[in-house]
């Protein structure tokens, strides 16, 4: 069965420093890819996604994503993170096959002065 | 303008009640989904309409019944709450139906229900 993993609960970074959020997936084939945000209250936003091609996407707010096979990982990063970006965020695999998505449990990031 | 809306944003209820809670989009797509978020943050689907037509019907108690009066509305109406729903569910929409999980989401804000 797919599986989103997201190791990390929760992460605390200082505003300026760089960030890596750890995305682990179980899928037969290559999936497709997505990261989203959830700012407290607030709906899911789309910061990237990974259909095929380049294996580092570039997405919103300054966030980039590489996708690596062989660690079936899609591991979100920003180099400088800023107070605003404390928030959820979830990683998610859309089915190739089922027409199904599926979720990580989310890591919530807070972010120190 | 606000793509894809839902209401009410928080609901209390008793156990035993109906519910129903509405969600709008503005975008013109045709898909749109029904999500269950519960206390740890797993957020899994519970439904996904395409056109008016029943897609995904995820394993959900028959309590829940997922409405589509057009394409631009998926309203979910839950009988006899019980105090697992409690739960935040969320609206979605995609431009078109999700044919092998290629498609991008776009959520509403969620709606809190607290079942006591």
């Known amino acids: 069965a797919q599986s989103v993993t997201q190791p990390d609960i929760h992460i605390t970074v200082s505003e300026g420093a760089s960030l890596e959020l750890r995305c682990n997936y179980s899928y037969g084939a290559t999936p497709y890819l997505f990261w989203y945000v959830q700012s407290p209250g607030q709906g899911l936003q789309l910061l990237l996604k990974?259909?095929?091609?380049?294996?580092l996407v570039q997405g919103i707010k300054g966030f980039e994503a590489e996708f690596k096979r062989s660690q079936s990982s899609f591991n979100l990063r920003k180099p400088s993170v800023h107070w605003s970006d404390a928030a959820e965020y979830f990683c998610a695999v859309g089915d190739r096959v089922g027409n199904q998505f599926y979720f990580g449990t989310g890591t919530s990031l807070t972010v120190i002065p | 303008d606000t793509a894809v809306s839902q209401t009410p944003k928080y609901l209390v209820t008793q156990m035993g009640n109906d519910k129903s809670i509405k969600c709008e989009q503005n975008l013109g797509h045709d898909t749109m989904y029904w999500y269950k978020q519960d206390s740890k943050k797993f957020l899994k689907i519970m439904f996904s309409y395409n056109n008016k037509e029943l897609i995904i019907n995820e394993t959900v108690p028959n309590r829940f019944s997922p409405k589509s009066p057009d394409k631009a509305h998926l309203n979910l109406h839950i009988n006899s709450l019980e105090l697992g729903d409690s739960a935040v569910y969320f609206c979605?929409?995609?431009?078109?139906?999700?044919?092998?999980?290629?498609?991008?989401?776009?959520f509403g804000p969620g709606t809190r229900l607290l079942v006591l």
């Open positions: 990974y259909f095929s091609g380049d294996t």
């Open positions: 979605a929409s995609s431009q078109e139906f999700p044919a092998g999980g290629r498609v991008t989401q776009y």
